[in-house]
T-cell receptor, first 114, second 110 residues
Framework: GAGVSQSPRYKVAKRGQDVALRCDPI?????LFWYQQALGQGPEFLTY????????KSGLPSDRFFAERPEGSVSTLKIQRTQQEDSAVYLC????????????FGQGTRLTVV | EDKVVQSPLSLVVHEGDTVTLNCSYE??????LLWYKQEKKAPTFLFML????IEKKSGRLSSILDKKELFSILNITATQTGDSAVYLC??????????FGPGTRLSVLP
């Protein structure tokens, strides 16, 4: 596809359930970012990959959050034992090269924990 | 801690008005400043600014960066209802991270 694709678009999880969110970046893009966006707020950085290497995971809020990009393309953000405060839109972005070139965003996954 | 502040947080104007959105930042090792428009979920890229004083323009939108005073403005002239969105400012550092501001919610009334 031409853009960044995320799935599912919507996810409702019961508290305590594990979830996995998928991101297909633009083909050939080296850098991949995950952001968490709460209602009415700007996106907050979670983690960054350069190819398959996770170079920065300083924004992951707890050890329940885990991200991987094993082959340097598709990435998965996993949240274990979800809690209500995890409810947010999770945005994935990719950029062509490492460094601050423009990043292109996916549509996001809206996670609601009930 | 890196910080990005946007003002106003929300703005209501009528079609044809001109608006100026502000973004100020405190970032260690500044590399670039980006503007995005967010209508539903996916922020769409507008501009990337790296040098002071050079205006970037795209149709009715323009933006400029002042690295000495640590701010940027986004201007929209002759606003249209389709300009209604949240406008996000993000600042990138050499650590590959982008820090986003809270956004300015612009509503353009017919």
């Amino acid at each position: 596809g031409a853009g960044v694709s995320q799935s599912p678009r919507y996810k409702v999880a019961k508290r305590g359930q594990d979830v996995a969110l998928r991101c297909d970046p633009i083909s050939g893009h080296v850098s991949l970012f995950w952001y968490q966006q709460a209602l009415g707020q700007g996106p907050e950085f979670l983690t960054y990959f350069q190819n398959e290497a996770q170079l920065d995971k300083s924004g992951l809020p707890s050890d329940r959050f885990f991200a991987e990009r094993p082959e340097g393309s598709v990435s998965t953000l996993k949240i274990q034992r979800t809690q209500q405060e995890d409810s947010a839109v999770y945005l994935c972005a990719s950029s062509l090269v490492s460094g601050n070139t423009e990043a292109f965003f996916g549509q996001g996954t809206r996670l609601t924990v009930v | 801690e890196d910080k990005v502040v946007q003002s106003p947080l929300s703005l209501v104007v009528h079609e044809g008005d001109t608006v100026t959105l502000n973004c100020s930042y405190e970032v260690t090792n500044f590399r670039s400043l980006l503007w995005y428009k967010q209508e539903k979920k996916a922020p769409t890229f507008l501009f990337m600014l790296t040098s002071s004083g050079i205006e970037k323009k795209s149709g009715r939108l323009s933006s400029i960066l002042d690295k000495k005073e640590l701010f940027s403005i986004l201007n929209i002239t002759a606003t249209q209802t389709g300009d209604s969105a949240v406008y996000l400012c993000a600042v990138g550092d050499y650590g590959q991270n982008f820090v986003f501001g809270p956004g300015t919610r612009l509503s353009v009334l017919p």
